[in-house]
């Protein structure tokens, strides 16, 4: 990934002053083309060192692409002070610093070369980069402005842009640029992507619902977007379609994609469809996934189920495992709830409503104060 972004960035200007060297650069080129890195740097230990900066290169780039990345810092390091106007040292140990997990010190290097090369706009955009790792979102979204206003047709700029944008609860700005962007080019998937995520966010499922079919068939890897064809999954669901959910659950499944998200979206599309065994195999399949705090919202989905074909007894249950587990008031009233209303058990009812009031003397949310007054207008008569 990072040699990737080097790379392009490196596309922009020469790497380096040509200089004359004791050593052969035309075999050390047969070597970097042919990939053969522990050859390059081998043949570089073996001759003698001249003191000009295109040796400093070749020996930073060899450690480099040897992932030696210590001895390359050092060299390029070393090659940064013998001149600091040379892009490519800067951009490695930019790089390396990012690797390490020092956004602040590779935001020095990625400053200095938007001095140097202010009509580059990659600079701009790793800079960038660097200042939203650091959370300094005014300064990121400065940055990558300047990139945009460089190269507005760039896609992973326009990307970027939308991102922080949003970071930042921009985003009506961040969907016009998305809209701008895509009057003239449709074919970047990760746009399609952001566009489809922004729409599903706004409540509009139609639209979301067009955009992410129209990534799906271009067949797009889910593993770089799946955030995008979840909220495809769950537009259709919201729109009640849920032949269309299960569509793109069991597309997900042959990409390899599935993930608790898409198994869960099923199992309600399943539910919708009144196809209770295959939603609960699904649940199941989900609290497997997760048996954190989402698993909670699983066995109430399994517990809607069993209400829904009329297996109460297994609904109480399935309450009473979920608040067992993680302890969430809900689950309480819910427990009372079916007992009363389906079972008209009203003894064991008052006994998980009692047990609510214990745990809740005082409701933090407006939810719990609902189910508090309920639960004293429902006791009330037994304690005259």
Same mark, same amino acid.
């Given at each position: 990934?990072?040699?990737?972004?080097?790379?392009?960035?490196?596309?922009?200007?020469?790497?380096?002053?040509?200089?004359?060297?004791? $050593?052969?650069?035309?075999?050390? &080129?047969?070597?970097?083309?042919? #990939?053969?890195?522990? *050859?390059? =740097?081998?043949?570089?230990? +073996?001759?003698?060192?001249?003191?000009?900066?295109?040796?400093?290169?070749?020996?930073?780039?060899?450690?480099?692409?040897?992932?030696?990345?210590?001895?390359?810092?050092?060299?390029?390091?070393?090659?940064?002070?013998?001149?600091?106007?040379?892009?490519?040292?800067?951009?490695?140990?930019?790089?390396?610093?990012?690797?390490?997990?020092?956004?602040?010190?590779?935001?020095?290097?990625?400053?200095?070369?938007?001095?140097?090369?202010?009509?580059?706009?990659?600079?701009?955009?790793?800079?960038?980069?660097?200042?939203?790792?650091?959370?300094?979102?005014?300064?990121?979204?400065?940055?990558?402005?300047?990139?945009?206003?460089?190269?507005?047709?760039?896609?992973?700029?326009?990307?970027?842009?939308?991102? $922080?944008?949003?970071?930042?609860? &921009?985003?009506?700005?961040?969907? #016009?640029?998305?809209? *701008?962007? =895509?009057?003239?080019?449709? +074919?970047?998937?990760?746009?399609?992507?952001?566009?489809?995520?922004?729409?599903?966010?706004?409540?509009?499922?139609?639209?979301?619902?067009?955009?992410?079919?129209?990534?799906?068939?271009?067949?797009?890897?889910?593993?770089?977007?799946?955030?995008?064809?979840?909220?495809?999954?769950?537009?259709?669901?919201?729109?009640?379609?849920?032949?269309?959910?299960?569509?793109?659950?069991?597309?997900?499944?042959?990409?390899?994609?599935?993930?608790?998200?898409?198994?869960?979206?099923?199992?309600?599309?399943?539910?919708?469809?009144?196809?209770?065994?295959?939603?609960?195999?699904?649940?199941?399949?989900?609290?497997?996934?997760?048996?954190?705090?989402?698993?909670?919202?699983?066995?109430?989905?399994?517990?809607?189920?069993?209400?829904?074909?009329?297996?109460?007894?297994?609904?109480?249950?399935?309450?009473?495992?979920?608040?067992?587990?993680?302890?969430?008031?809900?689950?309480?009233?819910?427990?009372?709830?079916?007992?009363?209303?389906?079972?008209?058990?009203?003894?064991?009812?008052?006994?998980?409503?009692?047990?609510?009031?214990?745990?809740?003397?005082?409701?933090?949310?407006?939810?719990?104060?609902?189910?508090?007054?309920?639960?004293?207008?429902?006791?009330?008569?037994?304690?005259?």
């Amino acid at each position: 990934m990072h040699k990737q972004i080097i790379f392009s960035i490196l596309c922009l200007i020469p790497v380096i002053v040509p200089a004359q060297a004791s $050593y052969n650069r035309d075999r050390l &080129q047969q070597f970097f083309q042919n #990939q053969e890195y522990e *050859q390059s =740097l081998a043949y570089l230990k +073996t001759v003698p060192a001249p003191d000009n900066e295109q040796y400093l290169f070749d020996l930073g780039y060899a450690c480099y692409m040897n992932e030696d990345f210590k001895q390359a810092r050092s060299v390029f390091t070393a090659l940064y002070q013998k001149n600091g106007s040379l892009p490519a040292p800067q951009i490695y140990l930019a790089s390396i610093h990012n690797m390490n997990r020092e956004p602040d010190s590779a935001l020095f290097y990625y400053k200095n070369l938007t001095r140097l090369f202010p009509e580059q706009y990659k600079y701009w955009q790793a800079a960038a980069a660097a200042w939203y790792l650091l959370k300094k979102n005014d300064s990121a979204i400065a940055c990558i402005r300047k990139s945009y206003e460089l190269k507005p047709t760039a896609g992973k700029v326009v990307y970027d842009y939308c991102t $922080y944008l949003s970071g930042a609860k &921009q985003k009506n700005q961040a969907e #016009q640029l998305i809209d *701008q962007f =895509l009057r003239f080019d449709t +074919t970047y998937a990760p746009i399609i992507g952001k566009k489809v995520n922004l729409s599903f966010t706004a409540g509009r499922y139609s639209e979301a619902v067009a955009w992410g079919e129209r990534l799906r068939s271009r067949d797009v890897a889910p593993a770089e977007l799946l955030s995008s064809y979840i909220n495809l999954l769950f537009s259709y669901l919201n729109l009640k379609r849920p032949d269309s959910v299960i569509s793109v659950y069991n597309w997900l499944l042959l990409q390899d994609a599935n993930n608790e998200s898409a198994a869960y979206g099923a199992a309600l599309a399943f539910a919708m469809k009144k196809e209770y065994a295959v939603s609960d195999s699904l649940l199941t399949e989900c609290i497997g996934f997760n048996i954190q705090e989402m698993a909670a919202t699983y066995y109430r989905a399994k517990a809607g189920n069993a209400v829904a074909v009329q297996n109460y007894t297994r609904a109480v249950a399935l309450y009473d495992t979920s608040y067992y587990l993680f302890k969430d008031l809900l689950d309480l009233y819910q427990a009372g709830s079916v007992l009363h209303r389906f079972l008209k058990n009203n003894t064991r009812a008052t006994a998980y409503y009692k047990r609510f009031l214990q745990v809740c003397p005082h409701p933090k949310t407006d939810e719990e104060a609902t189910i508090t007054r309920y639960i004293k207008e429902f006791l009330s008569p037994q304690k005259k």
